[in-house]
């Protein structure tokens, strides 16, 4: 099996049922936990789950928090037309781990709302020895933010 | 400089060190390797992602 990049389906839906919240501060914690290449994540997966979830030194099930210092920003750009768009404040980041199998994705789920799954990001398969493993985010725009919902 | 490895934290003079990168349309990845007497001691990943999820979204029209 293999992981796919996706916006979670069941996210879409949660949107219009106020499921989510992503304002800082006061908003839900967000999460991101690693994935195996062998593993099967995507616009299917509904919410976290350890099945396929890496494992190996330092690693806490479940991944590490997810730092939101920016609530979500939305942009016109015509009458009819806009993004709303929001990406983590800071790297996520694995200190220390040893993850000898193979991985190449990240979920992103929300910690507060029954792990309900947001999004899968995948990269090229890697493993991590005695060492950190560093997820930069893209710039937070209307081009480039993490997670974009756009109209057109 | 001091590198956490398997055999707990080492001098880097002590260490063969190998590095690389992927540069693609998903990512910009650099990793770092550190070797002792042809064994991995210490590998690190830095992963910049370039792609993000989009959901397109639209209000229908009552036409």
Request: charged share 10%.
């Amino acid at each position: 099996m293999a992981n796919t990049q996706a916006m979670c389906s069941s996210f879409l839906g949660e949107l219009m049922t106020a499921t989510h919240n992503f304002t800082t501060s006061t908003g839900n914690t967000f999460k991101a936990a690693l994935y195996l290449a062998s593993a099967t994540v995507n616009a299917s997966t509904t919410a976290y789950s350890s099945t396929g979830e890496v494992t190996g030194t330092n690693y806490t099930a479940g991944g590490v928090s997810v730092t939101n210092g920016t609530s979500p920003l939305s942009t016109n750009t015509s009458t009819t037309a806009g993004t709303g768009y929001w990406t983590p404040s800071a790297s996520i980041t694995y200190t220390n781990v040893t993850l000898s199998t193979a991985f190449d994705a990240v979920l992103i789920y929300n910690f507060s709302a029954s792990n309900k799954a947001v999004s899968v990001h995948t990269f090229g398969s890697q493993t991590v020895t005695a060492g950190t493993f560093t997820l930069t985010m893209p710039s937070n725009t209307t081009s480039t933010a993490l997670l974009r919902l756009a109209t057109t | 400089m001091i590198v956490t490895t398997t055999k707990g934290d080492m001098d880097d003079s002590l260490l063969e060190k190998k590095e690389g990168f992927v540069d693609n349309d998903d990512e910009y990845t650099t990793w770092v390797e550190y070797w002792l007497d042809g064994e991995l001691v210490h590998r690190s990943v830095h992963v910049q992602l370039k792609k993000a999820v989009v959901l397109t979204a639209a209000a229908a029209s009552f036409e």
